[in-house]
């Protein structure tokens, strides 16, 4: 007999903790027990626990997010530490917490999920799609010293991430607001949580405002510096931060950074040696995955012109949907569908990460060429950037 509830305060520790702790760390280990009680405080996260007959079994935390889609600010679910107690797996637990915690997170008013897969074909199973991985560039931080004689206004000051949580947080919203895919925790709070105090924190200002910055660590002299977050608001702050790296030459051999779509490392400077690099593989290096979890919850989101009907074959969002674009989209139940497509599908199309021709390929819905051609005016293609760890 099995039992879903939410978990809150101590009782994280005694049910929740130990199950991830067994799945995604080190153990036997002791917990910091002073250190987890800090965290236990901090609201907009919801901790699931599946219990088999009173045994704790399976759990699952949703984070409260907001998420760019095509340029409009949506509630998202980010789903994380989803582990089962190796006496319960194969048992179908996690299938029974997924499935709940997705009704839930769309019942908590969240439009779309997205999360980070152990393995992408487990959550496929529940209708999430892949949007890609985060390329990183390594150069060399001598290539960026021609940088250092321009002449840009501003300046760039270094402390450890925690002291300027509040100036990073409002450049990176400011940059949410033009990001497509890009995710931040609801709370301040909850993100400032999450502000390592090992982490180094460069901000570029510019008349005294924060216009970008470089969080980052050094693993060892000699070797590399490794950018956690590169975010700017164009290309004078860019310029002030690529110039931060360049006084690293004769410290460190190589800079490591991630890429959002928009950044092209080519062109930054003439003679750059860079190498751009995206994996993604099962366990080791995780590329993110969305799902939608309301289709009227995406009405206002930015697209094309047209008018398709579509039937949506999906557990939590089936049904007949019209979609009308106008420059905004409106949804409305009903209609006479021409395309048939599963939840992976629509989320293909709303993401932009797939041209309606892929979708038969990928058993992600059957539809006729026109009606593909008017989903692919609509979801024009698109590429989405996550940005947020979880
Ligand atoms: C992954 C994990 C949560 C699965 O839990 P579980 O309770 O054994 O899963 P279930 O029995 O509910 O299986 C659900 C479905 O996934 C499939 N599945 C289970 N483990 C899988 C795996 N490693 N890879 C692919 N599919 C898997 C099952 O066959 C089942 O498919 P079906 O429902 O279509 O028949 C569990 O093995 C675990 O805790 N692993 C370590 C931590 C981890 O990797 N968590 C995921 C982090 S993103």
């Known amino acids: 007999m099995t039992e879903i509830r939410l978990v809150e305060g101590e009782e994280r520790l005694r049910f929740g903790r130990p199950l991830t702790a067994y799945a995604f760390e080190a153990s036997p280990r002791t917990d910091d027990l002073t250190e987890l009680r800090r965290h236990l405080s901090i609201g907009h996260r919801r901790v699931h626990v599946l219990f088999d007959d009173g045994e704790p079994r399976s759990t699952a935390t949703v984070v409260e997010m907001t998420q760019n889609v095509r340029g ?3 509630p998202m679910g980010g789903v994380a530490g989803v582990a089962t107690h190796p006496a319960g797996r194969r048992r179908g637990f996690a299938r029974e917490m997924l499935t709940h915690v997705l009704a839930d997170m769309r019942d908590q008013g969240q439009v779309v999920s997205a999360l980070y897969p152990f393995r992408a074909s487990f959550y496929e199973r529940f209708g999430y799609v892949g949007i890609g991985a985060e390329p990183r560039a390594t150069l060399h931080p001598a290539d960026l010293a021609p940088l250092l004689r321009a002449d840009v206004p501003g ?3 270094l402390t450890r991430l925690p002291e300027v949580a509040a100036d990073v947080r409002a450049v990176t919203e400011a940059a949410q607001r033009t990001t497509h895919g890009m995710a931040l925790r609801a709370d ?6 999450h502000a390592d105090d ?4 460069a901000v570029a200002r510019v008349d005294g405002r924060p216009a970008g910055y470089l969080t980052y660590e050094i693993r060892e002299y000699g070797g590399e510096l490794s950018v956690q977050r590169f975010q700017y608001d164009g290309a004078v702050a860019r310029t002030l931060l690529l110039g931060w790296l360049a006084r690293h030459t004769d410290q460190v051999t190589t800079v490591s950074l991630p890429l959002r779509p928009v950044d092209e490392p080519a062109t930054w400077v003439t003679d750059i040696d860079v190498t751009v690099r995206s994996r993604q593989a099962p366990l ?3 590329a993110p995955m969305v799902r939608v979890l309301s289709v009227p919850g995406l009405a206002g989101i930015p697209v094309g012109t047209g008018e398709v009907t579509v039937r949506v074959v999906d557990d939590l969002v089936g049904g007949v949907w019209t979609f009308a674009g106008n420059g905004t989209l409106s949804v409305h139940p009903g209609g006479t ?4 497509l599963t939840g992976h599908g629509l989320a ?6 797939l041209d309606p021709a892929d979708l038969p390929l990928r058993g992600y819905g059957t539809l006729d060429a026109p009606t593909a051609d008017a989903l692919r005016v609509l979801f024009p ?3 989405p950037f996550l940005l947020e760890h979880f």
């Open 381 to 383: 293609r698109a590429t």
């Open 155 to 157: 300046e760039v000051t």
């Open 198 to 201: 090992r982490t180094w924190a």
């Open 348 to 353: 293909a199309l709303v993401y932009g990460v």
């Open 337 to 340: 569908p021409t395309a048939e």
């Open 188 to 193: 301040p709070e909850l993100a400032a949580a």
């Open 284 to 286: 080791h290096e995780p």
């Open 72 to 74: 409009a600010l949506l």
